[in-house]
């Protein structure tokens, strides 16, 4: 057998046995068929203070795996675009961040949860999907009804309180001399709400309003404790 020939035969058992390699995904890709996740219902609360306090980064995934969102120490990256957390201008960076609430000088940031995997959860930012990691110790997830329960929140003075827990019940007159509201109870999708005791005390005014209609929260102006 000539080196030629012999040559031809050691390059063809070579790539036998050393196939050419198939294209490899990003190890944090988020290649999960939908089935798999979970619904919810609720949000996820960012400790914001001790993830700039860390000297690790926080990631928000996009689906294709690549970083949508870095927040490390005082810097919040977006789209390749480094902002200060505290020094920028906070409704800008609210925009563009995406976030239902968003309040950097008091470590705030929520957004809403609609699902997760047993790595996962899908939160709503930016008007689409992302991805954050469970097993992160700096977010927190709680359902809706958990999170409104002792919080104080906002109605409109054209939001609908109802004497019953239905679409059909009575509208009460009116609640104008009333902007704060504690719940009482839940039923339900509906709340039976009360005016804030530490604003208006023992007002003797309650109703009922619809806090969820087909799993998205209706209420959207919460009072932080600041």
């Given at each position: ?145 958990d999170f ?53 005390g023992s ?24």
């Amino acid at each position: 057998m000539n080196i030629k020939l012999l040559l031809i035969l050691v390059l063809v058992l070579f790539s036998c046995n050393n196939p050419a390699p198939k294209d490899i995904k990003p190890l944090n890709e988020i290649d999960i068929p939908i089935e798999d996740f979970e619904k919810l219902t609720g949000v996820i609360e960012f400790d914001l203070l001790k993830i700039t306090r860390d000297n690790y980064p926080l990631v928000i995934y996009n689906p294709d795996g690549s970083k949508y969102i870095e927040i490390s120490s005082d810097t919040i990256k977006i789209g390749g675009t480094d902002y200060n957390i505290k020094e920028s201008d906070e409704k800008m960076l609210k925009n563009q961040i995406g976030a239902r609430w968003f309040y950097p000088e008091y470590d705030i940031l929520i957004t809403d949860c609609i699902s997760e995997t047993d790595k996962f959860y899908c939160i709503q930012i930016g008007g689409s999907s992302k991805y954050v990691n469970k097993s992160d110790n700096r977010l927190k997830y709680r359902s809706y009804q958990d999170f409104i329960a002792n919080k104080s929140f906002q109605l409109s003075k054209d939001y609908a309180i109802r004497e019953q827990p239905n679409d059909t019940s009575r509208i009460i007159s009116s609640h104008d001399n009333f902007e704060s509201f504690q719940v009482i109870e839940f039923k339900g999708e509906w709340v039976s709400v009360k005016p804030d005791f530490e604003l208006y005390g023992s007002s003797g005014f309650s109703g009922w309003i619809r806090w969820e209609k087909e799993k998205e929260l209706q209420i959207t102006t919460i009072n932080f404790s600041f």
